[in-house]
């Protein structure tokens, strides 16, 4: 019996004394089945840094699951392959997933001899047929295999050769298998015989690795996913990591300790293929963006800047939260302060490196921070789980927790040179991609707010949106917009009919297939532009229409781009010679907000039970609805 991912987060939730058990503790609470067990488990588990730790929690685990309430649950298939000895790495991952909520089925390839398996199509790494594989290289076998002094250009077009080999591999294996590939990266050498000269040449083992980890990571395509073995090693420490005595004995990658980082660092990358970064940080004023109490010490008792180490450190963290923001995540204020004090902030502190035109949302008052999470999500549009919440006291962090448990807490704590550490150790934010739209994204928020003003100054919804001057852009997928779609479809919860998630080679896939219809919209107006703001996937069956996929941004709800998407479906619809379009409803905790569209445009229930429900209609019934919305370009049109 295993726990499912969502009773393990409920279990795991179970508040927890403030004082750390020790060992014999945690052992006594797993054999007598008592809950608090396995929020303690899943909190040492994820900060397990030694082997000794890790094996022990995992092999309390195992014993507690004994008394682990759950159903069983689909079980990943692992596959493991490389140029190591894979036992006891495996262990460990799987160890990590469980407490992740995920349950595995394993395969581990023979020492040093995954080129073999991923070539012989026969081999028993398809036959297992994994979901995805962890692909392991030896780093001793990436060497430069000429003069020290050859010339640098045919240095790096070896390098380059050595990480095409790598990504070839990977890329063979997902064409043959369906599976996704997270290929790691080389470990550098710790030697110092070269002293110095190390850095001079491409042709010594630690610039020409280095030079191929570069590579990799440049060229891999979007099916590859990079476990950076090199920066674990060096955040380790290299020679921490290295373990001669373990390669002679029993071909080990490394330190017993080198081997948790790897377990950490691939659970990570596992369970976040299935979950999404965060979206929004909020963040409080005082004693976090800047030190002081600005209603008491006004601007210029403030400590900020270079003035002192405080001051730097605050101007420190707000560059850090200016490079979130450039890279798409939301920042918001959540504080409470003197609204018209805290602006002025903003507005007049020379050292200030976050400005108003930084910031989604803007809140400071006096309400509870609990109740203004909620006005910034509403006002965003986004669900209270995409939310972080950070803070320097303990006391709000604890109430957001009891009242908005959606929204996840960083305490600060007193030291702002901790602030970025603290921030990053969580890593809510890590993005799989990044696109030009995410660049844009704090922009189109605050346009979105002055849409959402002039709304509300106006009582004829016609004219208001007759002023928007909307212009849109359907079009067919393309590889452009295939990073853009992979993240729309794997971000979209609330207007998202089936939240069904495809990666970006799965997406791919779709491209010039005759049997599916896949489409985008894209939408400016007078205020900016939105980007592109929603997805559509249609498969044709038959004389059916089928719509498999249909996601739409919130931020654009209630400007008519619902009709001109259902517009540009029963259009396609008929070009490709159906008479019905079906539409399906896979009703999920977030999605409630589409149940009743089909029906809304005159769709017939066909089917309907708790997990999934069906709606058809008629080619011959539908009609066409005006919209205030200039379509420039419909999909397909250009075939």
Known sequence: MSLSRRRLAILAAVPLPDRPINDAELKSLALSGDATFWGHLVARSRQATSFSELLFLSTLRKKAKLYAPGSVQPRLRLALIGGYNLYPLHELVEHLLAVRGIECERFLGEYDNFVSEILDGSSSLYAFKPDLAFILPNASHCRFSGSLLDDVEHQREAAVRAAEHLLNLAQTFTVRSGAAVILANLALPGGLDLGSFRSRTLGTDWSFRKAVNLELGLRAPAEVQICDVEFLSARRGISAAADARAWYESKQLGSPDFLVDIAQELSHLIASRKQSPKKVLAIDLDQTLWGGVIAEDGIEGIELGDSSPRGEAFKAFQRYLLGLSQRGVLLAVCSKNDHARAIEVFEKHPEMVVRLEHFAAFKANWDPKSDNLQRIAEELRLGLDSFVFADDNPAEIEIVRQFQPLVTGVLLGPDPA??????????????????????????????????????????????????????????????????????????SNQFNLTTARRSETEIKALLGRPDYRCFTMRLEDRFGDSGLISVVIAKIDGGVFVLDTWLMSCRVLKRQVEDEIMNEIFRLAAAAGCTTVRGIYLPTAKNGIVAGIYEEFGFVRTEDCVTRKEFELKLETYQMRLTKILVTRRAYEAS
């Open 418 to 491: 901790e602030f970025v550490v603290r921030i990053q150790a969580g890593r809510h934010f890590e993005p799989r991609t990044i696109t030009e739209e995410d660049l844009e994204r704090t922009a189109q928020y605050r346009q979105e707010r002055r849409r959402t003003e002039l709304a509300a100054s106006v009582t004829d919804m016609p004219a208001y949106l007759a002023s928007l001057e909307m212009r849109g852009t359907i079009k067919e997928f393309d590889s452009l917009d295939v990073p853009r779609i992979a993240q729309l479809i794997a971000r």
